[in-house]
């Protein structure tokens, strides 16, 4: 059988068995939103990486609004990372406590309805599996970072109020090595480059509130393709040796997004769009202004004729 009548035959199969699949919505389980006593407002996390001993370092400077008086305790949602120390932007060291899932946080004073608080957490992590993930190099694709927090996984790898219903804005700070590049959310601020140490520092902005299951990072030696609609930037993060194939997937995206702006008669709002291919994912993450593929997701000529490249999913 041709490999094309296969897949065909795979694909009315699995169309006949959904089918027949009733589902009714009105017994699922009620997802209730989390109470909390303050609203986040910004992150500004930092983080530098070794690679070959599987270890980051992170910080995250939280900002939040006090969503009662007397507002004493902040608790977050942490997992996997150890927090070595919490500190106020004075520098005064604030107590805390670390359990499985939560840091604890005593502030140093009370805090009135609507006032704002900001402090400093600093944490590291070894053998990092689930938030950041160290992909070594294969056959295939070159070493790289990549980060992973649908739904509720950002609190995998920094400190956060971990729940989609709780919008901030955020940056992002990496220093990495000097042949990678780090793509995150919102518009690149500034990269700086530390010739002594050999690395370089990117500096991300997201302006436009979000969810923190939508903030990403990715780093690696990846080959920048760029295009554009209009004043929009668009680029396609890919591998040095996809770049002869990455147009046959990513070349109508401008039309598409183009499309979607006068259909809903509302543009594009966010600084920019990437698509970046990255190793450990066989589908694709729409996070904020970039959206992560599994680097299966570029065929080359002759691989297209049989499955198209455009279709997300494809291992």
Not at 137 to 159: K, L
Not at 245 to 268: H, Q, V
């Amino acid at each position: 059988m041709k490999r094309t009548n296969l897949y065909i035959l795979i694909f009315l199969l699995l169309s006949s068995i959904l089918s027949a699949q009733k589902v009714d919505i009105y017994k699922r389980p009620l997802n209730y939103e989390r109470s909390h006593n303050y609203d986040a407002v910004h992150y500004k996390l930092e983080f530098k990486f070794d690679m070959e001993k599987k270890i980051y370092w992170g910080e995250n400077q939280v900002t939040l609004l006090s969503l009662k008086d007397d507002f004493q305790q902040c608790v977050l949602d942490a997992e996997d990372f150890t927090v070595t120390s919490v500190a106020a932007l004075n520098g005064e060291p604030l107590k805390f406590e670390q359990t499985d899932h939560s840091l604890i946080i005593d502030l140093s004073k009370k805090y009135d309805y609507k006032q704002e608080v900001s402090f400093v957490i600093k944490y590291y992590e070894k053998n990092s599996k689930k938030g950041i993930r160290f992909i070594e190099a294969a056959a295939d694709y070159p070493a790289q970072i990549n980060t992973y927090a649908w739904p509720e996984g950002a609190r995998h790898w920094f400190p956060c109020f971990d729940f989609p219903n709780d919008k901030v804005t955020n940056e992002l700070i990496a220093t990495v090595k000097n042949d990678f590049k780090v793509l995150s959310n919102g518009k690149l601020v500034k990269v700086t480059e530390d010739k002594e140490n050999n690395t370089k520092t990117y500096h991300w902005s997201q302006e436009l509130p979000h969810s923190t299951y939508l903030i990403m990072m990715v780093a690696g030696p990846f080959e920048v393709i760029e295009d554009s609609l209009g004043s929009l930037p668009i680029n396609y993060w890919v591998y040095k040796k996809d770049v002869p194939d990455a147009m046959r997937s990513f070349r109508k995206t401008p039309e598409m997004i183009d499309f979607y702006n006068k259909t809903f008669g509302f543009n594009y709002p966010w600084a920019k769009y990437d698509q970046v291919c990255i190793a450990g994912s066989g589908g694709g993450m729409e996070d904020t202004s970039a959206t992560t593929l599994g680097h299966g997701t570029i065929h080359d000529e002759r691989a297209e004729q049989d499955f198209s490249s455009g279709v997300p999913g494809v291992p």
